[in-house]
């Protein structure tokens, strides 16, 4: 009997794709670098909107912005998409946060809670799509709250 794999089992192995892109675009984005000194200068400094590797960086990244995915949290998992929360997957479930552009997006969108006491959050049906999945997340992505920084690393950086 073959075990059917969960959605979890699926956004692990996307997790692992996540790493493996943003890996390329470390090592290789400096061929495009002109002058790039690894030592002296912040991997941010590869993806800048003036960077000679842009291109490069935005080509080998492009799984990562998209699988930035499994933070794994009190038995579940939130969903990150380029550095913002956009979702989960609870109980085996995909829920995205409901802003008007998911709402939107998606046509038949039905609310559901991810746990007992939370607020209501998008049931996402088609997880094997993608484009679609890629759609919602880049229509979504204006909309989500930017993520806040840590006082303490905030007041560690000014010392």
């Known amino acids: 009997m073959i075990k059917k794999k969960s959605l979890l089992n699926y956004c692990g192995l996307l997790g692992v794709a996540a790493f493996l892109s ?3 675009a470390v ?6 670098y002109p002058g790039y000194d690894w030592m002296a200068q912040a991997v941010s400094d590869l993806s800048a909107s003036n960077s000679p590797s842009l291109r490069l960086w935005n080509q080998l990244s492009s799984l990562y912005n998209v ?6 949290m009190m038995g579940e998992y939130i969903i990150y998409y380029r550095g913002r929360i956009a979702g989960g997957i609870y109980d085996d479930r995909l829920l995205v946060k409901p802003t008007k552009s998911a709402v ?15 607020k209501e959050m998008l049931f996402v049906e088609n997880v094997d ?4 999945l890629a759609g919602l997340f880049n229509a979504m992505y204006d909309e ?3 993520h806040k920084s840590n006082n303490k690393k905030k007041s560690l950086n000014n010392l």
């Open 22 to 24: 943003y890996t390329a």
């Open 27 to 32: 090592v290789f984005s400096p061929l495009a």
């Open 67 to 72: 699988c930035t995915l499994v933070c794994a």
């Open 104 to 118: 939107s997006y998606m046509v038949t969108a039905t609310y559901e809670l991810p746990y007992e006491g939370a």
């Open 129 to 132: 799509s993608k484009e679609y």
């Open 144 to 146: 989500l709250p930017v």
